[in-house]
């Protein structure tokens, strides 16, 4: 028999999206999976927001006001984060993040 | 088993899988594949919690913009049709205990932390016809509507008054995101233009 869906399983499917996302932050060498990444920690956070807002009264419209102000800063993120992405591909011919490493000290 | 369970499940299963699989797969065009049914699970699970307006943005900004943008990223970018970066196999390893460590860490705060919620309200599921989500909202954005709710703030700690919230509207907010978002994509479109090298010939 499957457990209860309560608001901790939205929680933890969020935490699920949150650490997919931060390890393909860190782990992808591709500045465009890099940028997947970000959405998906944005995605996780966003679940959290609408899990709050369905399961606490206090927070029912600001949890779905939150998450739609996040997904349009993420659309704008994207954009602004593609643009640079093809800069950088304009100036080095790859998009691998780890030819960018003029500023190392 | 009840139609909610199994959907958010089914649900559940589906992002979560996907959301590994973009981390895992090697290839930048699968990953953005296995993104596509990331972001449309997470819009079925907004579905699923009522908030049928947020989902509906979810598909049409996630799934219908950035989803492009970032497949038309993906095209300008590449040289050779298969583009893979590898990872390396202490790579691998590092990712995978930071990444399960930080995840047994969210697990415990998110399972241990007393948060407040109304036991009664995950069960008068409301149905699509009486939901009233997207008037509310709307009437938020605009301030016209009493939006402080009835009920006390819960979890709030013993012996002491919860502030008096006052009424607000989130239009300004909402106009300052539209202005930023429309200055974003100025600031994108001036960044992103082809370029002439110094040097060559006009």
């Not at chain 1, 457990?3 to 399983?9: D, F, K, M």
């Not at chain 2, 502030?163 to 429309?182: C, D, G, M, N, T």
């Amino acid at each position: 028999m499957m457990p209860e869906v309560g608001l901790q399983s939205y929680l933890l499917l969020g935490a699920l999206l949150f650490v997919c996302g931060a390890v393909c932050m860190a782990m992808k060498r591709n500045a465009i999976g890099v940028l997947m990444g970000v959405e998906l920690v944005l995605n996780g956070a966003n679940v959290n927001f609408v899990a709050f807002a369905r399961f606490n009264s206090t927070f029912e419209i600001e949890g779905q006001i939150f998450a739609l102000f996040v997904i349009v800063m993420a659309a704008a993120e994207a954009a602004i984060a593609l643009a640079i992405v093809l800069n950088f591909y304009n100036n080095h011919m790859t998009v691998d993040v780890d030819t960018a490493e003029e500023l190392k000290g | 088993m009840d139609v909610q369970t199994a959907l958010f499940w089914i649900l559940a299963g589906l992002t979560g899988l996907s959301a590994i699989a973009v981390v895992v797969t090697q290839n930048i065009v699968r990953s953005a594949a296995w993104l596509l049914f990331t972001l449309g699970g997470v819009a079925g699970i907004y579905f699923l919690l009522g908030a049928d307006f947020v989902g509906a943005t979810q598909l049409i900004v996630y799934v219908g913009g950035i989803l492009v943008l970032v497949v038309f990223g993906v095209m300008l970018t590449a040289q050779g049709p298969f583009v893979t970066m590898k990872t390396s196999a202490a790579e691998w390893a590092i990712s995978l205990v930071v990444g399960l460590l930080l995840f047994s860490v969210i697990t415990l705060a998110a399972v241990n932390a007393p948060w407040p919620q109304d036991a009664h309200h995950s069960e008068d599921m409301e149905s699509a016809e009486t939901s009233q989500n997207s008037v509310k909202l709307g009437a938020a954005f605009l301030g016209i509507k009493e939006i402080t709710p009835k009920k006390d703030l819960t979890g709030f700690p013993m012996g002491k008054t919860p502030p008096e919230r006052k009424q607000v509207a989130y239009l300004l907010p909402f106009e300052i995101v539209s202005v930023h978002l429309l200055v974003v994509l100025i600031g994108a479109a001036y960044l992103a233009r082809a370029k002439r090298r110094r040097g060559m010939p006009t």
